[in-house]
C-alpha cells in the first residue's frame, strides 16, 4: 500500500491544523495507521494511531489531538489543535500490522508516507 500524506505548513502556538494521509488502495481499511513525528537529529517519534476502530496517543498530545479515519478507510486524519512550538515536526504516517505491545514502535511500520514538514512559530 502507498500512502501520501498532506496539510503540514507554517503555524503560530496555539492554532490548528489537519495533516491527512491518504492510502492507495481500498486494501489499507485493514492497516494499522499511525502518525509519527521526527526531528532532525533525533529519532522517529510515536504520535498517535488508529487500529481496528481504538485509538492510541503519546501522553505530548493527547488532549490535543485526534486522530481518525473516514467512511472508506482509505484516509486518516490527524487533527492538531492548540500546537505548540514544540510540536515542529516532519510528520509521517504509517500502515503496518503490529501487535499491541509494538503499536507505538515505527519498526513495527511497512510502509510509510513521505512526511509533511509542520512548522509552529512562538
Known amino acids: 500500500v502507498q500512502l501520501q500524506a498532506s496539510g503540514g505548513g507554517l503555524v503560530r502556538a496555539g492554532d490548528p491544523l489537519k495533516l491527512s494521509c491518504a492510502a492507495s488502495?481500498?486494501?489499507?481499511?485493514?492497516?494499522?495507521v499511525g502518525w509519527f513525528r521526527q526531528v532532525p537529529g533525533k529519532e522517529r517519534e510515536f504520535v498517535a494511531v488508529?487500529?481496528?476502530?481504538?485509538?492510541y496517543y503519546d501522553d505530548s498530545v493527547k488532549g490535543r489531538f485526534t486522530i481518525s479515519r473516514d467512511n472508506a478507510k482509505t484516509v486518516v486524519n490527524l487533527q492538531m489543535n492548540s500546537l505548540k512550538p514544540e510540536d515542529t515536526a516532519v510528520y509521517y504516517c504509517?500502515?503496518?500490522?503490529?501487535?499491541?505491545?509494538?503499536?507505538?514502535?515505527?519498526?513495527?511500520?511497512?510502509?510509510w508516507g513521505q512526511g509533511t514538514l509542520v512548522t509552529v512559530s512562538s
Open positions: 504509517g500502515a503496518g500490522r503490529p501487535i499491541l505491545s509494538t503499536i507505538r514502535d515505527p519498526e513495527a511500520y511497512a510502509h
Open positions: 488502495d481500498y486494501t489499507a481499511s485493514s492497516y494499522t
Open positions: 488508529i487500529s481496528r476502530g481504538r485509538t
